[in-house]
């Protein structure tokens, strides 16, 4: 099954894609996972995509687009995967259709999570990130068994730098001049399934499973 999340910057798309990723048995792929790896080892993708990351704007069209169409052609996508975080715009979207029709495939479902923008900030403020594993926590719903630490690698755990707030206000208004596009966009295809993301975690993935149907 191929399976893009959409949502607001912080609605709960990574931890739900992982999720359903290992349900599904098929690969999680963060775009801003692969960004920050990246930077992370200084490599020259890295160094480009850093300043926009830092800013709250997009890493340009060009550069997601090459690096997503090399993951989904490796072994581990012939069976599906969820994507996470994207495609972020209708031209990636666009070349994801593009690149899928000529292989005779297609984007299963589009799962949209909705948090309303007042939540977004709270959750953004208290996500905690391994830059180690890619494991994400939160300070109040998502607690690290031992704070400051990650529980899968032991790693220090940080606040990334664009989930501070004023780059967080500036990431919801890309997200909805650019990204929520995406949503009639997929309502159009007719794979747009939409879950509560107010919901705890646990709830909104028992939404998600039934609306995919597994
Ligand atoms: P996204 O990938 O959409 O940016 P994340 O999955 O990283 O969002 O979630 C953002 C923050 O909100 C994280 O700290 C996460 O632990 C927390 N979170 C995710 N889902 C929920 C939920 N349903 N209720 C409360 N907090 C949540
Ligand atoms: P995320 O981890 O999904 O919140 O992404 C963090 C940042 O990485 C975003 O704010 C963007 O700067 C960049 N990014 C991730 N995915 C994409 C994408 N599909 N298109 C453009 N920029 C992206």
Partial sequence: MRIIMLGA????????????????QVPHISTGDIFRANIKNGTELGMRAKSYMDAGSL???????????????????????????????????????????ELGQKVDFAVDIEVPDEDIIGRMGGRRACLQCG???????????????CDRCGAGLTLRDDDKPETVKKRLAVYHEQTQPL??????????????GTKDVEDVF???LKLLGV
């Fill in 135 to 149: 494991a994400t926590y939160h300070v109040a719903y998502a607690a690290p068994k031992t704070e400051g630490v």
């Fill in 183 to 196: 949503i009639d966009f997929y309502r159009n295809k007719g794979c747009l399934a939409q879950a509560d």
């Fill in 59 to 101: 890493v340009p069209d060009s550069l997601t687009l090459e690096l997503v169409m090399d993951r989904i052609a490796g072994e581990d996508c012939q069976n599906g995967y969820v994507f996470d975080g994207f495609p972020r715009t209708i031209p990636q979207a666009e070349a994801l259709e593009k690149a899928l029709s």
């Fill in 9 to 24: 910057p912080g609605a709960g798309k990574g931890t739900q894609a992982k999720r359903i990723a290992e349900r599904l």
């Fill in 206 to 208: 028992c939404e998600i």
